[in-house]
């Protein structure tokens, strides 16, 4: 049955459980993977690797006085949670968060932590090991106020970091987003200080939560780092995808614009499909936005009415390739209702673009 005439059928027939609603395309039902915890809660992070489902948090304000940043790990396939990796080390009575996270060659699980930085995890028989990668980001002064020569952020005031999203490239530099800082760091292969990548004003976010540049990812060909800047300084309603070129050091006039959401969408993570197509996050549309390979939106994936867990501000992406499925992290940041974190899936028969999983020594 052709895509269109199913998408008919369950319009007109109210017994029949529909597909998630699609502007432009056919997809499956959006089902519940999993739930999470209410605590810690907002998970943000997602990452694939074998059987297991790694998923981090919390990625929030407001953790001063609560318990520890976790990472949920589910199997695959029976979507049950196998084990739970507890951070060790955080100064809980302070601000503490965990944002996004990769993996290795080794299966070793890397996690972004605003106090402690790039963390490192190791699974040894039953339970995972943590270890210190790289160091936390440093926190740059705003250029207008930087001594001459000093690293800076090119914000107009100062603002805290806040690392967001990171991806590997297969010589095993991590591309790490800052995004109150407008910065795009990379730490070297084997970790230690993180080393400014790219900076610009298009990267500085505006609004009541000025959220900029955002995910991070490289694209098939392994040309060029993609990334997202969820809220602009210039137009808070603007959020755009852009690019750069997978070098030492980028320029300017390197920047490349691949999409623009110009309706307060709110874009924030993604990932490649091996059909070449983007999936992005859509955090203030509740929607995941589908892009060709000329960076052309060419569908939506929206929750339909009755879904068990609807869309809420989903932050991050990453497949099920056995299933073709698509997993999204409901963060559920503007309406923080605990029923909403949690992980959905849904069938967009695509697999995976593999990320990179370098091998780290």
Known sequence: MACG??????????????????????????????????????PEGIAVHGNLVYVSGPATFGTAGQGPSKIAVFDRDSKVLKSTIVVAGEALGAEHALSCIAIDGNGRVYALSTQLGLLRFTKTGHRYVQESYGDPLPDLPACGAAAPGEACSPTPFPTLPIPNDIAFDDDGYAYVTDSLQATIFRY??????????????????????????????????????????????????????????????PEEADLELVHDYAAG?????????KSGKLYVALAAANAISVLDEHGVEESRIESAPGDEMPLDAPANVAFNDPAQTLLIVNHASFSQNPAHFGVLRVWVGDKADPLEKPWIP
Request: one cysteine or more; glycine letters at 14%; hydrophobic letters at 45%.
């Open 5 to 42: 005439a199913l998408a008919l059928l369950f319009a007109v027939s109210p017994l029949i459980p529909g597909p998630a609603l699609a502007q432009g395309g056919c997809y499956g039902e959006l089902k519940t993977f999993a739930t999470a915890p209410a605590a810690p809660g907002f």
């Open 188 to 249: 070297p292969p084997g970790g230690g200080a993180p080393e400014i990548w790219f900076q610009s004003m298009a990267l500085v976010g505006g609004g009541d939560l000025p959220i900029g540049v955002n995910g991070i990812r490289l694209d098939p060909q392994r040309e060029h780092v993609y990334f997202s800047v969820t809220f602009s300084l210039a137009n808070q309603s603007l959020g755009s995808i852009y690019r750069l070129p997978l070098v030492d050091a």
């Open 265 to 273: 969408e709110a874009p924030d993570g993604f990932a490649f499909g």
